[in-house]
């Protein structure tokens, strides 16, 4: 089965999302996606405890997707972001802010946002920190 995996927020801490909707709100969209074109963290955490449960799904068998809102200008940063973790991802989508269109029904998603889990199929898992 397909496993669709979200980045920021689920498998790395939320830091890049939550700056952005907070340069969004405080000031304005536009500002926010200039800063974020622009934009590079390297500092961010990773989800052991959600890393482990994919590790297990992939040995098992699974075709473990990175499934992200982040532009195809952010593929460096994210493989940096997910370090020795890299090769658990048989591919990583990059969707530039329009995860909306994509067709994840064929599988489980795994992410931080309610929306996206309601797009997957049955067992898709809300992802807390
Ligand atoms: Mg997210």
Sequence with gaps: MKIYVDMDGTVLSNKLDNQFRCIATAINMAEALLWYA?????DLQVNTVLLGKIATLKAEGHEIIGWTNRDDNKQLMTERNL???????????????????????????????????????????????
Excluded: C
Excluded at 38 to 42: A, L
Excluded at 97 to 118: F, L, Q, T
């Design 38 to 42: 622009d934009v590079y963290v390297d």
């Design 83 to 129: 370090g020795i973790y890299l090769p658990l991802f048989d591919t990583i989508q990059y969707h530039a802010g329009d995860k909306r269109s994509s067709v994840v029904s064929d599988g489980i998603v795994y992410d931080n946002e309610a929306e996206y889990v309601a797009m997957g199929a049955a067992g898709s898992t809300l992802v807390t920190w």
